[in-house]
């Protein structure tokens, strides 16, 4: 699922708030409506004002379980991307994606889609008419310098679940506990899901290099001394190179691990764009809105609209996002 708000907020950056004691950073998620009055709510935990990034990560919208028979599911009609990759992780529920590229998939549970935008791409997600629950994340990864000009691409992955003592483990990105991904990135990353049994632990060896993010699906996860509860993403700071997850309640927790190096470059990042200055942002919307080649045609979607309007970007210049410190 992309950004459809219609108003899209800016949301300019400042130095992280200060962890606890014991290092850990709570990040807690905004609620936000996509659409009218039947339109599915998502939980967003980035951006936000406390922190923009983790690792190249620059947006996570956790949303669900979400009744589709009340809200009407997901429908989204294309809609542009430029300098980012777009990573779907389904708990339950199917989503069908079409895309520019000419890709015609299905997100379901336990599978990796990631798409790439790079210089500009488009695409479609509607939530088929079987499906009565959808829950999942919708997240994002923002493109280097080197890489924002990409072609587009789309990947397909699914990883083995490797059950360990106390927990159950799906890498998708990256390599942890022995697992790796084949899946190419374009900076160091890190994503898994892990479901801890109840009191059970995660006793995990990380890369020092990379900063970590835990965002909690089910149930209560503690990271050092800091219990983190449902939709909650604890953040934690580089340099340490073991992690340790305890699953304190009586039913399985289940969460997502982010990780990656410290993404150094700014970027500016409104409705589905990243770019690098208020400038590139004008371009891309007015392209977008002008039906440019950049982001091709989506085809065999058959929703209420053939494609979602750009919003009206806001009366003052848009801000670079900083990576947080603090």
Do not use: K
């Not at 697992?179 to 109840?198: D, H, I």
């Not at 979607?301 to 009206?312: D, F, N």
């Amino acid at each position: 699922m992309s950004n459809v708000e219609s108003v899209p907020a800016e949301v300019r950056c400042r130095a992280g708030t200060p962890a606890g004691e014991d290092g850990v950073e709570v990040l807690t998620p905004r609620r936000v409506p996509l659409g009218g009055p039947r339109a599915m709510n998502v939980h967003r935990t980035l951006p936000q004002r406390r922190r923009s990034l983790i690792g190249a990560w620059c947006f996570a919208d956790h949303y669900g379980p979400d009744d589709v028979v009340r809200t009407g599911g997901m429908d989204v009609p294309p809609h542009p991307h430029t300098g980012l990759q777009t990573v779907s992780w389904l708990f339950a529920g199917e989503i069908e994606h079409r895309d520019s590229l000419g890709v015609h998939a299905r997100v379901r549970p336990g599978e990796l889609n990631l798409m790439t935008a790079g210089h500009g791409i488009a695409h479609s997600e509607v939530s088929l008419p079987s499906v009565t629950t959808l829950h999942g994340v919708q997240l994002w990864v923002a493109l280097p310098d080197a890489a924002r000009d990409a072609a587009r691409d789309f990947r397909h992955y699914v990883p083995d679940p490797v059950q360990a003592d106390g927990y159950l483990m799906r890498v998708f990105l990256g390599s942890l506990a022995g697992q790796a991904s084949p899946v190419a990135t374009f900076t160091p990353l890190l994503g898994a899901e892990l479901t801890l049994r109840p009191g059970g632990r995660a006793e995990l060896e990380v890369d020092p290099r990379f900063e970590h993010g835990i965002l909690v699906d089910t149930g209560t996860v503690c990271v050092r001394d800091t219990e983190l509860a449902h939709r909650d993403l604890g953040y934690l700071a580089a340099g340490a190179s073991t992690l340790v997850l305890h699953n304190t309640g009586d039913r399985p927790a289940r969460l997502l691990l982010l990780g990656g190096e410290p993404f150094a470059e700014e970027i500016v990042m409104w409705w589905n764009f990243v770019g690098r200055d208020h400038e590139e942002i004008v371009e891309f919307r007015q392209a977008w809105e002008e039906g440019s080649d950049r982001f091709g045609e989506v085809r065999g979607y058959a929703g209420r609209t053939s494609r979602l309007p750009a919003p009206v970007l806001p009366n003052a210049r848009l801000q670079p996002r900083r990576h947080s410190r603090g």
